[in-house]
């Protein structure tokens, strides 16, 4: 099929995991060098509209772990969107993303698309929950604006992972979330990280995609907590004027550090 003149590009990144120093380590991985490799990597090979970053960007929740984050991206003067994971503390991250190219908005409409942020986060615990007001508020933009194709993101996964300890913070009510996009077949995809990991499946004619994280990944189907040693990761997503929407997977061409391997929690 032939592909439209017009796409938007977005980068898609999660989980960074951003300690309040820049030289700390999380299982012994070095998050904020491979959240800068992933950043420098993504836009030496590509041109990008937007970043997305979608939720679990500070490990240590605080203005100096965002402000590193924000410093970071003003160099690639790009528009980024930010929403909350079940480690990061919303208020500061609204605090110090509120410029005009780095922000928390919930709703950014270009050329024929809406992108939809959501918050699954549930204070205090580490699975996802979508409130009855960001249902209201979803449904309200997909209402107001039916001729836009949707993408919608959020923190927490939405489908099953097969890994039994991750599918415990699943988005407990997302039947509702189904039920709600099902009235709206401009929404074409749903965009997540949590898992650590890649995720490609469909809910009906619904994309849903996990990404990877920029710094440690879980292992696939594991019964419990276990990490992989893979490369991290990022999203492309491409997103056309006809309501085509392409995405790919890419890993960082070096291999990860230091991870503590055989821990068992963190």
């Not at 509209?49 to 960007?57: C, H």
């Not at 005009?100 to 699975?127: D, E, H, M």
Request: charged share 15%; aromatic share 10%.
């Amino acid at each position: 099929m032939t592909k439209p003149t017009n796409c938007t590009t977005l980068l898609h990144v999660t989980d960074s995991h951003i300690l309040s120093s820049p030289d700390a380590t999380l299982l012994g991985v070095n998050t904020a060098h491979y959240f800068q490799k992933i950043i420098k990597q993504a836009f030496a090979k590509h041109h990008f509209d937007l970043i997305l970053l979608t939720g679990d960007l500070a490990q240590d929740p605080c203005v100096a772990s965002y402000q590193y984050i924000r410093t970071a991206l003003d160099a690639y003067d790009t528009p980024c969107i930010c929403l909350p994971g079940n480690h990061d503390a919303y208020d500061i991250m609204q605090q110090v993303f509120n410029t005009g190219s780095i922000n928390c908005r919930k709703q950014v409409l270009f050329n024929n698309w809406q992108l939809i942020s959501l918050n699954s986060q549930i204070i205090g615990a580490t699975g996802g929950y979508l409130s009855h007001e960001e249902l209201v508020f979803l449904d309200e933009c997909l209402a107001k604006y039916p001729k836009h194709y949707a993408l919608l993101a959020m923190h927490h996964h939405c489908l099953e992972t097969q890994s039994i300890w991750m599918d415990t913070m699943i988005v407990a009510n997302r039947q509702q979330l189904f039920a709600t996009i099902s009235r709206y077949p401009q929404v074409k995809a749903i965009v997540h990280g949590h898992i650590h990991q890649t995720l490609e499946a469909k809910v009906g004619a619904v994309q849903l995609w996990g990404t990877p994280s920029t710094c440690f990944q879980f292992k696939p189907r594991a019964k419990e907590f276990d990490l992989d040693d893979t490369s991290p990761g990022y999203r492309i997503i491409r997103l056309y004027d006809d309501g085509q929407i392409e995405s790919e997977v890419v890993r960082l061409a070096e291999a990860l550090a230091g991870l503590q391997i055989h821990t068992h929690g963190y």
